[in-house]
């Protein structure tokens, strides 16, 4: 069974920095997959931030490009959400997603091809 549990978040001031990661477990990092960091704002949004794709292809939101990185370390089964110059309306809860099959493009920031998640972790950014 597969099981995802991020961790690093917090709360920071505008032009801040956090890394996010997403540990995986029970996931075959050898094959075909998919992997997402979304955020939920305050509301029922649920929104696309990064994804990632087995071949190394990955896929910004366009508010965070430039921002955000996402990476993962398949030696470690770890998930990565690299996050600077943070900004007040990059608050939210995030959460990690993962799919055994390889999403294509916009299918990377699409929360309806993601089947199994985490339980998030809050990210708060004021002054």
């Known amino acids: 069974q597969v099981h995802l549990m991020e961790t690093g978040g917090g709360s920071v001031q505008p032009g801040g920095s956090l890394r996010l990661s997403c540990s995986v477990s029970?996931?075959?990092?050898?094959?075909?997959?998919?992997l997402g960091w979304f955020r939920r704002a305050p509301g029922p949004e649920r929104e696309g931030v990064a994804g990632?794709?087995?071949?190394?292809?990955?896929q910004y939101e366009d508010s965070v490009k430039g921002r955000f990185s996402i990476s993962v370390d398949v030696a470690k089964n770890i998930l990565y959400l690299q996050m600077i110059n943070l900004k007040p309306e990059d608050t939210g809860i995030y959460y990690c997603?993962?799919?055994?099959?390889?999403?294509?493009?916009?299918?990377?920031?699409?929360?309806?091809?993601?089947?199994?998640w985490g339980q998030g972790t809050q990210v708060s950014v004021s002054s």
């Open positions: 997603a993962a799919e055994r099959t390889a999403a294509f493009g916009w299918q990377l920031l699409w929360d309806g091809w993601f089947t199994i």
């Open positions: 029970g996931f075959n990092f050898y094959r075909d997959y998919s």
């Open positions: 990632i794709a087995h071949d190394g292809t990955t």
